[in-house]
């Protein structure tokens, strides 16, 4: 998962004014990041992680996700699963809800772990490799 925070090739947008720029409280964002198989940007495509990030604490770091992964390419191809839950940006692992899906991923439930590959705050680049674990009918 490649989130880039800004310059001409962005996948995360801020759609809100950050009200505290301590906390980034106040901040809405809305993503259309790359999903690949691997770190590299050029890695192969998956498909595609949609959603939003919000910045909802006005005294931690910390903000929540709302995000689909949307599968373009190989096995899952049309399908799709919803990821829920907090991410703190300074940490190294996060774990989040899986609240659903779609396709071959119907009625899914799980939880996916993000454990953070880069963080460049000069290039405003955040990559996740995302494990997801996850039961359905």
Do not use: W
């Amino acid at each position: 998962m490649h989130d880039v925070f800004g310059g001409p090739n962005a996948t995360a947008i801020p759609v809100t004014k950050i009200l505290d720029n301590n906390t980034f409280y106040g901040g809405l964002f809305v993503a259309d990041d790359p999903l690949t198989l691997g770190p590299e940007r050029d890695s192969k495509p998956v498909g595609n992680g949609r959603g939003t990030y919000t910045f909802p604490s006005q005294n931690d770091f910390v903000l929540e996700m709302v995000y689909n992964l949307g599968f373009t390419h190989g096995e899952y191809n049309g399908s799709s699963l919803c990821l829920l839950g907090p991410i703190s940006p300074t940490s190294t692992v996060n774990e989040m809800a899986v609240v659903g899906g779609t396709g071959v991923f119907r009625f899914a439930s799980g939880y996916a772990v993000a454990k953070r590959i880069v963080l460049d705050f000069k290039a405003l680049l955040v990559v996740r490799e995302l494990n997801v674990y996850v039961s359905h009918y």
